[in-house]
Each structure stands twice: as C-alpha cells, then as structure tokens.
C-alpha cells in the first residue's frame, strides 16, 4: 500500500498552525481511486482468476465445467426453440448460441458487479485498497468466464459454417469486449454503490435481467418484429450491447445504430460514474 | 520520517436498517458509548469519534485504551485510512500497517503457501519481495509442510499463525494493531512476542489497541485513553491506565 499518495489523497490541508495547503477536490480523489485501481491491475487479475479457480477447486475439470454447462444450455435451447419457433436451424442455431454468449457475459457483469462491493466488505474493511479494485475484479472474473464459454461456438463455426464465420469482423470482437469491460466499469461502481447502500438492488437488478432477457433479441430474430414495434429493439441497449458481441462471433457486419447507441451509453455510463463516485466515495465504506 | 496529524477529526456513521427509533436511540447510547445522533435525512448517526486532535511523530508507541465501543477499532481504522473523516483533517506522512483483523480475506480452499502469495499482493508486496520473504514467513508459521496443504484443513489456531505471519512481514513505519495476541500454543505465543518486538523496533509510530495493561506497560510509551469517541487523556501510561480503572 503506497501511503505517500494515500497521505496525499486522504486529505488534507497539512494543519500546521495557520498553513492550510489546497485539499483535492472530491473529483480528484475518485479519479485517483480509478487510477490507482488501473495501476494495481496485478491484484486485480490475480483476484479474478483465482476468484473462478476458486469455484471449480475440487471438481477434475475444473474451470471448464463453465464451458460444459455452457454448451448443454445454448445446444439444448437451439434445439428447443428452432423447433419450437419453425426456423430454420441453419440460421436460428448459430444466432442463438452467439446471442448467448454476448447475452451471459453482459447479464452476469450487471448482476454480479451490483454486488461486487457489498461481497469484498471483508477486505475493504482491513485493507485500504481503491475501490475501483473490486470492479475490476469482478469485471474481470467475468471475462474469464466468457473466454472458456466462447469455446462453444467452434463447433457451430465448423457445422453451420455458411452463416458463421471468421472473418475481418471477428476482429470487431475486441474493440466489443474493450467498450463492455469500460462500461462495466462505469456502470460497475454506480450498481456497486448502490448495491451496498441500499440491499434491495440486487434482487431488483437481478428480476430486471429475467425481463431483460426476454424483451432482446436472443432467443427470437428481431425480423421477426413486426416495423411498427421495432422501437423495443431500437432503444433497448441490451441489444446493442449483445450484438457487439453476436455480430462478430457470426462474422457479419455490425449495424451503425449499434454504434451509436453504445456510445451514448457508455458516455453517460462515465459521467454518472464519475458524478456519483466523486460525491458518495468517501461514505462507501460506512454502508458497509 | 512519519508521522500522523489529526485536526479535529470526527467520524459518524449512518446506522441503517433500524425500525424502532427510542428504543434503537436508547440501546446504542448504551452499547456504544457513542453519541447518537440524527442527521437531516433522519437517519441515525452514531459520532464514533469527535473532534479528536492528535499528534503522533516518530518513535512514539502509543497504547489505545477505552471501553468497548469507545471508538478505538474506528480510529485505528481511521488510520489505516479505511475511514475517511466526516469533518477535520488528517494527515498522515509514512507507509502504514495495518494488523486489524487478521482472519478475513484468507481463502480456505487454498493451500497455506497460495496465501501468503495472495494476502502479501493485497498488503502490496510484490511478487518478488514475497518470494523473497517466503521461507521467512513459513519458518514463522512453525507450520511446515501444513503450508502445502488447504487451510480449510487447518485448527483455528494454526490459521492464527499463518495470518500473523504474513502480515508480520511487511515493514511498515507506522504499524497499527488492534487486539492480535493471545492465540495459538505458548511455543508460538513466545515466537510471535520476539517477532512483534523487532517489529516494534523498526517500525516509527506504533499504535495499539488492547485490554491488557501489561502489553500497555511493556511496549508503550504513551498510551490514549478514549472515552465516547473523545479523548479523555493522551500522555503518560502510568497515569492514563490509572484515570481509566478508577473511572471503571
């Protein structure tokens, strides 16, 4: 723990006498948390890869029983509901599988990070560590999971390989996964402020991704929406925020309005963040 | 050099979740000590610490005494700036220790030597510096190959010296402790007393809190006596200890 910059951060006015020297603003002292939080990324990645090593402990496959249970649900719910809804398996499979992986990473970070704060109250409590931390932290145990779940798609990339490809926009995957991971971050600390001010987030969070889930796109085409309900799909981030994802896993082109949308987003994701953990930082630790 | 400033510093906490108000009012005056206070959102604060000014420099050891609940575990805190001060200001100049609880954050599915790794990166060790110090610490812990195994497999007491010995490796200048000794055999007491004392000596400025005079005698040599979050003395340890008995 660096206390040079903590002495700095915590406060204050050298008090000797009548010498009071400039005390950093409130701003100052949160951007110094989300910095400090960037620089500790050692911690952080060490945190969340033991955070899923952790979980699979004793189990012989260990990490990958997140793949397996991963490949039942997408395979059985292909199946399911390509049948179910008349489509074709060509299309309807590759489309499914790619939705919910974009769909799994996006609805765990919401729902985990909301408790992301409230989980590590142990250790905010015994070590001064930046806030930020625990974010990235949770932010990043998820990403992990995503790279052992995305392995579910190569078999759907060989089988229906007409629809899914690899090609120039796979690469768009990682601008995508850069832009989710900034947002889970901003987003990251509101929800976890929240989270640990008020208990009752974290089940509202969680019944609003069940609904969530059902009014995207995932399980259904948006074709299928008739022009005059398309406003469900236009304004719903979540589809966005999916498709960053879905487009260049099925190797096509993404949509500019994707574009847009996620950037305003994620521009409002910074600015509440900002505002919010520069007012409510320093009482954190007090909710919990 | 270090040293610590605090300029009228106070700390409230809000205290939420409680329904009954004259009675929660009544039973927190009575628990805490502290004063409990309401702010304008009407929720119930509880003034942890008021307006405390202190001035700890180098080689002071300062032995933290007070009733349960008179704000010494929040002070401590306070300067391990877990806490950051509701009104004043605090200063602090040096790297911090702090040995406050010792048992969160150790992950019991993993074995002994995973946890030394990952609670000396927490306390910002680095990789390097850990490896450097790993066999000290394991000839610390007394716990040999145990250290190869989960911790979940072992006695609390074992734990205990696992969790002392990792934060007993970092050099601090200001070391912070609240209420540590006392767990694991007299083989390890006796251990832990010799490691602690060449950890007193090299830190700058000691804080600690405990209940036993005895540790106030042998290792301080000024003692503050807290009182409903307020100071009630701060100076000698003959004379703090013995305001502190003869008001109990």
């Known amino acids: 723990m660096n206390i040079e910059s903590v002495a700095t951060d915590l406060a204050s006015p050298l008090i000797n006498d009548s010498v009071v020297l400039k005390q950093p603003s409130h701003y100052q002292l949160a951007l110094k948390d989300l910095m400090s939080g960037?620089?500790?990324?050692?911690?952080?990645?060490?945190?969340?890869?033991?955070?899923?090593?952790?979980?699979?402990?004793?189990?012989?496959?260990?990490?990958?029983w997140i793949t397996i249970s991963m490949a039942i649900t997408v395979y059985s719910m292909g199946y399911l509901y390509g049948h179910l809804f008349h489509s074709n398996l060509q299309t309807y499979f590759p489309f499914l599988v790619a939705g919910m992986l974009g769909w799994s990473l996006i609805s765990s970070q919401f729902s985990d990070l909301t408790e992301a704060l409230t989980q590590s109250e142990s250790l905010i409590k015994q070590i001064k560590?930046?806030?930020s931390l625990y974010i990235h932290r949770v932010a990043m145990r998820n990403v992990i999971i995503f790279f052992h779940n995305i392995i579910v798609i190569i078999p759907i990339l060989a089988i229906y390989h007409e629809v899914a490809k690899v090609n120039f926009y796979s690469l768009m995957l990682i601008p995508g996964l850069l832009l989710i991971y900034i947002n889970s971050i901003s987003y990251g600390l509101v929800l976890g402020m929240l989270g640990a001010r008020y208990r009752d987030i974290v089940q509202i969070v969680k019944s609003l991704i069940q609904v969530a889930f059902f009014l995207t796109p995932i399980m259904w085409n948006p074709i299928l929406l008739p022009e005059k309900d398309r406003f469900i799909i236009l304004f719903n981030p979540f589809y966005s925020f999916v498709e960053l994802i879905r487009a260049p896993l099925l190797?096509?082109?993404?949509?500019?309005?994707?574009?847009?949308?996620?950037?305003?987003?994620?521009?409002?994701?910074?600015?509440?963040?900002?505002?919010m953990f520069s007012k409510y930082r320093a009482r954190i630790v007090y909710w919990l | 050099m270090a040293m610590i400033n605090l300029h009228s510093v106070s700390v409230a906490f809000p205290v939420y979740n409680l329904n009954s108000r004259s009675f929660k009012k009544y039973f927190l005056r009575m628990a805490t000590g502290g004063k409990v206070v309401e702010d304008a959102n009407k929720h119930v604060m509880v003034k942890a610490l008021n307006n405390i000014s202190l001035r700890f420099e180098h080689g002071d050891r300062v032995g933290l005494i007070g009733h349960n609940g008179s704000g010494k575990s929040t002070l401590l805190r306070l300067l391990a700036t877990i806490y950051e001060p509701t009104a004043g200001h605090l200063t602090i100049q040096g790297h911090i220790s702090p040995m406050l609880d010792l048992m969160p954050g150790m992950e019991t599915e993993l074995t002994g030597y995973e946890n030394i790794t990952i609670?000396?990166?927490?306390?910002?060790?680095?990789?390097?510096?850990?490896?450097?110090?790993?066999?000290?610490?394991?000839?610390?812990?007394?716990?040999?190959?145990?250290?190869?195994?989960?911790?979940?497999?072992?006695?609390?007491?074992?734990?205990?010296?696992?969790a002392f010995a990792i934060s007993?490796?970092?050099?601090?200048?200001?070391?912070?402790?609240?209420?540590?000794?006392?767990?694991?055999?007299?083989?390890?007491?006796?251990?832990?007393?010799?490691?602690m004392i060449s950890l007193l000596n090299q830190s700058s400025i000691v804080v600690l809190a405990t209940h036993s005079d005895?540790?106030?005698?042998?290792?301080?040599?000024?003692?503050?006596?807290?009182?409903?979050?307020?100071?009630?003395?701060?100076?000698?340890?003959e004379k703090a200890l013995e305001i502190y008995h003869n008001k109990g």
């Open chain 1, 38 to 64: 960037l620089k500790k990324w050692t911690i952080w990645l060490m945190l969340a890869y033991q955070d899923v090593k952790l979980r699979y402990r004793r189990s012989i496959l260990g990490p990958f």
């Open chain 1, 129 to 131: 560590l930046p806030y």
């Open chain 1, 251 to 275: 190797g096509s082109k993404p949509e500019w309005s994707i574009f847009a949308m996620v950037t305003v987003v994620t521009v409002l994701g910074i600015f509440l963040c900002m505002r």
């Open chain 2, 119 to 162: 609670r000396g990166r927490l306390q910002g060790l680095t990789l390097q510096e850990i490896k450097q110090q790993a066999d000290e610490i394991a000839e610390l812990t007394g716990l040999g190959d145990y250290l190869s195994m989960p911790v979940r497999t072992y006695s609390s007491g074992m734990m205990v010296r696992l």
């Open chain 2, 168 to 195: 007993a490796s970092i050099k601090p200048d200001i070391l912070l402790i609240d209420e540590i000794f006392g767990a694991g055999d007299a083989n390890f007491i006796e251990k832990a007393r010799q490691k």
């Open chain 2, 214 to 237: 005895e540790l106030i005698t042998e290792f301080c040599n000024k003692a503050l006596l807290l009182e409903a979050g307020q100071v009630k003395f701060f100076g000698d340890t």
